[in-house]
């Protein structure tokens, strides 16, 4: 199958995959529910700046949304708020400064769930986690390590993502 375009139905906010009309039917139904809201989720996004500062403590304000299913990542306020109960995959990626280690951490309601850590010569870390996640629970990422300046850099190495894999309460 050959995906080449994106159905969106404004009214009940339902961004189905469609190759032809069977296809984006048998999506909508199954990512939609009895009363025709979409329960799905899926988001990425990242940087879009060449130059970060950030300090000890501050969340990570990701500016530059790839993809936002379901509306649930405010770039305001840099966190992720669940909809839909289920587990979820969540992932996150970033790049360190030249010359410092940085830490930052994936967050859930206030604890960190894994860290992240840098090295000092533009040294990348990743980290994927599935997690049991419920209705009203918050992720974001926060920056635990010290002052953190990296420039010139393309900020497309810094990225946060999470889409439900399979709803429900687990």
Not at 24 to 53: M, Q, W, Y
Not at 75 to 87: L, Y
Not at 104 to 133: C, E, H, R
Not at 146 to 161: A, E, G, M, N, R
């Amino acid at each position: 199958m050959i995906l080449n375009q994106v159905y969106v139905d404004a009214t009940y906010g339902l961004q189905c995959i469609q190759c032809d009309n069977d296809h984006r039917e048998r999506f909508c139904r199954e990512s939609s529910d009895n009363i025709g809201h979409a329960p799905f989720t899926a988001f990425t996004v990242t940087l879009n700046h060449k130059s970060i500062r950030w300090r000890h403590g501050e969340i990570v304000k990701y500016t530059r949304v790839l993809t936002n299913i379901g509306n649930t990542y405010n770039t305001h306020t840099g966190i992720f708020t669940v909809k839909t109960d289920g587990v979820y995959a969540v992932s996150a990626a970033a790049i360190g400064g030249p010359g410092q280690c940085t830490h930052y951490s994936i967050m859930k309601n206030g604890q960190v769930m894994v860290w992240l850590f840098t090295g000092p010569a533009f040294d990348m870390a990743a980290q994927t986690i599935n997690l049991a996640l419920r209705k009203g629970d918050r992720l974001w990422i926060k920056i635990a390590g010290h002052y953190v300046l990296i420039t010139h850099v393309v900020h497309p190495y810094h990225h946060f993502s999470a889409v439900l894999i399979k709803p429900g309460k687990f």
